[in-house]
């Protein structure tokens, strides 16, 4: 091939790549065979009757990352608030779930054990640790010691979405164990895929397939639609697309109370308490935004509901 030729073909491969990307994870996806679609009033009806579920919040890391990918900074109030792209402090949380007659489950996977223990071990690779900061990742409460302590077998993951800060855990979670995902997660393209989907396989090697909840689209509801996890209207998957497009954000009614894990749909306190969306780690920032302010809304609606950011308390 003539040069001019090959220099063609290479701006050719480079612009599919960056157009097409690709896929969150080569694992396989299929639909759940758990939990059922139903109109979001029936979530409503329930809402402030008490619920079964003991939920336990785990700072499982302190991290930082750089706040024009969690806040807009170009959204009018950030922009008067002054603030610059600077690091912005973070926690990757997951949350446990104790149903008393379903078992023990969690909402997205903190990190592993090998990342503080021995980093060359875990499923991210050296390029994704490097680009990580890991200097600046802090382990708190690996989940595989966390699941170490507990009596109960670990039933099931249920993620909020598939980016790599929510499966750092996955390398801990028993080989076997279902995971649960919004649907095409897995087939979602990004360019930043390129880059971290051998680390998303790794931390989903031994796993099932995972397993997409089936939304029956609601035009005009309170979300996207909803899925009873159970089938007894105690946890709830909602769907809030834009950050992904199978982003899902859970409602539990617990024993204190019912409780909103929003997931990146907002990962920060300023920007709930400012109504500023996320930034650019959005895929989707207008249907992100519609996502964002009907989950301010319900929580506007429902004062008695406990909100738990995607990052931040
Ligand atoms: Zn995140």
């Known amino acids: 091939m003539r040069p001019r030729m090959i220099a063609l073909s290479i701006a050719a491969a480079l612009a599919v790549a960056s157009s097409v990307g690709c896929a969150a994870t080569s694992h396989e996806a299929r639909k759940s065979s758990l939990g059922a679609a139903r109109p979001t009033a029936g979530l409503l009806a329930l809402l402030d009757q008490p619920g079964p579920v003991e939920l336990e919040t785990v700072n499982s890391a302190d991290w930082v990352v750089e706040r024009g990918g969690v806040i807009n900074l170009d959204h009018p109030t950030a922009k008067a608030a002054g603030l610059k792209n600077e690091d912005e402090p973070i926690q990757v949380f997951f949350h446990a779930l104790r149903h008393p007659e379903q078992g023990l489950f969690i909402v997205d996977t903190g990190v592993e054990t090998a990342l503080r223990d021995a980093p060359e071990k875990s499923a991210l690779s050296g390029m994704v640790r490097s680009a990580m900061n890991m200097e600046k ?14 009596a109960q077998p670990l039933k099931g993951v249920f993620l909020t979405h598939l980016h790599l800060d929510h499966v750092t855990g996955m390398a801990d979670v028993p080989a076997g164990t279902p995971v649960y995902t919004g649907p095409g997660e897995a087939s979602a393209r990004q360019f930043l895929y390129l880059f971290v989907q051998g680390s998303t396989d790794r931390a989903l090697a031994g796993k099932p397939a995972l397993s997409e909840w089936t939304y029956s689209h609601e035009p005009g509801g309170l979300f996207d ?11 709830w998957a909602l769907w809030v697309p834009g950050h992904t497009p199978g982003s899902t954000a859970y409602l539990v009614r617990s024993t204190k109370g019912p ?13 709930w308490e400012h109504d500023v969306e996320p930034g650019t780690f959005t895929a989707d920032g207008p249907r992100g935004v519609e996502s964002f302010k009907k989950l301010r809304a319900f929580a506007a609606a429902h004062p008695n509901v406990d909100v738990r950011l995607g990052h931040q308390h």
Do not use: Y
Not at 137 to 148: F, I, Q, R, T
């Open 259 to 271: 409780v909103l894990l929003v997931g990146d749909a907002c990962h920060t306190r300023w920007g």
């Open 137 to 150: 990742l802090k382990v708190n409460a690996p989940l595989g010691e966390w699941l170490g302590r507990q």
């Open 225 to 235: 639609g909803a899925v009873d996890i159970f089938g007894d209207g105690s946890v």
